[in-house]
């Protein structure tokens, strides 16, 4: 998918920029959200949308009145999907961004919203879907650095505006995270 767009229209899927409706449009290299099977998918209610605390520092630092419920909870029309404002009226232009166990919510979520980025946003109830979602869909999805779970589809990071760790500490994620260092280490015992 990263490399069609490049060789098609030049677009970056590396990176957050490309996503952004108002200059183009990414949805053609990625599954419709339709085409996710309803029921794999965990229930709204059952994932970080209804963690009011977290939905409030979505709202905090990204309002978007019409993605929120009364009671402060993420909105989905369907109970599986909670649609960007980049897509909410035109839901053919929504990419799929599946993860697992709602992790990573706000995250997108915020991003999404202040990147003008098109996301159909849900959760895998299966960790198996998660991690065979990406070789049967084409899908944005979480992961994590070492992990060997996405090994065969070769994933690529998309990189978002340089981390202002001032920001996410107060709960802002509109920026990139840190980069954690990992080692390769041994015990005193071997």
Not at 63 to 87: I, M, Q, V
Not at 99 to 106: E, K, R, V
Not at 127 to 156: C, M, Q, R
Not at 159 to 168: E, G, H, K, R
């Amino acid at each position: 998918t990263v490399s069609e767009a490049w060789h098609a229209e030049g677009l970056h899927l590396d990176y957050f920029g490309d996503y952004d409706v108002t200059w183009h449009d990414t949805s053609g290299y990625f599954s419709n959200y339709s085409d996710i099977p309803m029921e794999k998918l965990t229930p709204c209610n059952a994932t970080t949308l209804s963690n009011t605390q977290q939905m409030g520092f979505v709202q905090t630092f990204t309002p978007d009145p019409e993605g929120f419920d009364s009671r402060g909870w993420g909105y989905c029309a369907d109970d599986k999907w909670w649609l960007s404002p980049a897509c909410r009226n035109d839901t053919s232009r929504c990419i799929p961004f599946v993860t697992a166990y709602g992790w990573f919510y706000p995250q997108i979520m915020m991003r999404a919203i202040a990147h003008n980025m098109p996301i159909a946003l849900a959760s895998w109830i299966d960790w198996g879907d998660y991690v065979s979602g990406p070789s049967n869909y084409k899908i944005l999805t979480y992961s994590w650095a070492p992990a060997i779970h996405f090994l065969e589809v070769a994933p690529h990071r998309i990189t978002f505006p340089p981390n202002d760790q001032a920001a996410v500490d107060e709960g802002d994620y509109r920026t990139q995270f840190a980069d954690v260092p990992t080692y390769t280490v041994v015990g005193p015992n071997v």
